[in-house]
């Protein structure tokens, strides 16, 4: 039971460059989270998705893209990073709002 | 402009003693307010959750406080155990998908 995936686990950029982190669930949830966590600042939301076929802009939504693929998976794109986007970034899935969320591994990504 | 305050930012503890992390709200819209654990290099993973309608809920070990009118809830870790060394996050949502999580606790256990 791989619960939710994301790929790479470890990423660094150079300043400019773009990228996709990707995220799969296997639980059928229909709502789908990115987070990034920075420290002392907890995890604070990008973008989610409540169901498939719709994205909202959460926190901090600037800089980034998502897209919905399907009802498992759920990608963010960063089109141009840059070094205020160093982070480490989790991807949550849930059965809805005031559910519980089950986060991925987290993917570790440097821009420099 | 964090929407949950917590604290203390670390705290340690002895084994067998009692862990305390304290988390204050604004928005009186927040219903559901969850805890989660993370351990190094993991992703969070959901502790316990209270719902305002009730002042407490105990899970095991662990219990949330509720006060509804002073808009504050916290977390206590009875008989603390070196397993329970972890970073802790107190959260808040309500009617739509964006759940706020405070800045969160580092509790080291000492044997």
């Known amino acids: 039971n791989a619960g939710v995936t994301q790929t790479p686990k470890f990423q660094v950029l150079k300043t400019g460059q773009s990228m996709t982190l990707q995220c799969a669930q296997d639980?059928?949830?229909?709502?789908m989270y990115w987070y990034r966590q920075d420290p002392g600042m907890g995890l604070r939301l990008i973008y989610y998705?409540?169901?498939?076929?719709?994205?909202d802009k959460g926190e901090v939504p600037n800089g980034y893209n998502v897209s919905r693929l399907n009802k498992r998976e759920f990608s963010l794109r960063l089109e141009s990073a840059a070094p205020s986007q160093t982070s480490v970034y989790f991807c949550a899935s849930g059965v809805g709002a005031r559910t519980e969320a089950f986060f991925g591994q987290g993917t570790r990504l440097t821009v420099v | 402009q964090q929407q949950v305050k917590q604290s203390p930012q670390s705290l340690i503890v002895q084994k067998g003693g009692i862990s305390i992390i304290n988390c204050a709200y604004e928005n009186t819209a927040f219903d559901y307010f969850p805890w989660y654990q993370q351990f190094p290099g993991k992703g969070p993973a959901l502790l316990i959750a209270i719902r305002p309608d009730v002042s407490e809920k105990k899970e095991g070990r662990f219990t949330i406080s509720f006060n509804k009118s002073a808009k504050q809830f916290s977390l206590h870790i009875m008989d603390s155990q070196p397993g329970d060394s972890a970073t802790y996050f107190c959260a808040a949502s309500r009617d739509d998908y964006k759940l706020s999580f405070g800045a969160g606790t580092t509790v080291t256990v000492r044997a």
């Open positions: 639980m059928n949830h229909n709502s």
């Open positions: 998705s409540a169901s498939e076929g719709t994205t």
